[in-house]
């Protein structure tokens, strides 16, 4: 069955570290790969995503993401974080074409500290 | 330009009663998605519409549930004699192209049964 897993529930990072959240997928195909971020009480919105061509994507507010397919893995990343990051991250696949429902992970709730 | 909208942002029913859900697109986009967003299940793929056709239904979790959309733009999803389980977050998302490409999220409608 075609599944999103981020194993990290709950992520505490300090005021201008580095960040690495992490995203498994499980597909028969390399999948359309999607990092969303929610705010409290806010909709969904996209960070960056990876259909297909370089591996390493650059996405909005500094945030990249690298697609590893030996790992199976699309492990979002920012070098310094700020305390407005503090949010909700979601990964999401697709199988391809695009005419597909999103698989979400369960999310990883980043906490900023100062 | 504007952005997915919902309405409405919170509604509140008792158990049993029919609730309908509504959700303009960005203009110009083809492909209407329904999600829903519960603290259990996390994020769900819910049906996919391409102009006013539901290729994808997989999602409705019961014959309760339905939707549809009219003039290739506005979505309604209807819950009929709605039960405390289907308290959630109800999110729409738009996107454009066939096959569509990435899709953008609404604010959400939440939705409390008594």
């Known amino acids: 069955a075609q599944s999103v897993t981020q194993p990290d529930i709950h992520i505490t990072v300090s005021e201008g570290a580095s960040l690495e959240l992490r995203c498994n997928y499980s597909?028969?195909?390399?999948?359309?790969l999607f990092w969303y971020v929610q705010s409290p009480g806010q909709g969904l919105q996209l960070l960056l995503k990876?259909?297909?061509?370089?591996?390493l994507v650059q996405g909005i507010k500094g945030f990249e993401a690298e697609f590893k397919r030996s790992q199976s893995s699309f492990n979002l990343r920012k070098p310094s974080v700020h305390w407005s990051d503090a949010a909700e991250y979601f990964c999401?696949?697709?199988?391809?074409?695009?005419?597909?429902?999103?698989?979400f992970g369960k999310g990883t709730h980043l906490i900023i500290q100062p | 330009g504007a952005g997915v909208s919902q309405s409405p942002s919170n509604k509140v029913t008792e158990k049993g009663k029919d609730v309908e859900l509504r959700c303009d697109p960005i203009?110009?986009?083809?492909?209407l998605y329904w999600y829903r967003q519960s603290l259990g299940q996390g994020l769900e793929f819910l049906i996919y519409?391409?102009?006013?056709?539901?290729?994808?239904k997989s999602g409705l979790p019961s014959d309760r549930f339905s939707a549809e959309r009219t003039g290739g733009s506005v979505s309604t999803l209807t819950i009929q004699r709605t039960q405390q389980e289907d308290s959630a977050v109800y999110l729409c998302?738009?996107?454009?192209?066939?096959?569509?490409?990435?899709?953008?999220f609404g604010p959400g409608t939440r939705l409390t049964v008594l």
């Open positions: 999401a696949g697709s199988p391809g074409g695009g005419a597909d429902g999103l698989t």
């Open positions: 990876y259909f297909s061509g370089d591996t």
């Open positions: 998302a738009s996107s454009f192209g066939n096959p569509p490409d990435t899709q953008y």
């Open positions: 597909y028969g195909a390399t999948p359309y």
């Open positions: 203009s110009g986009h083809t492909a």
């Open positions: 519409f391409q102009g006013n056709s539901a290729p994808d």
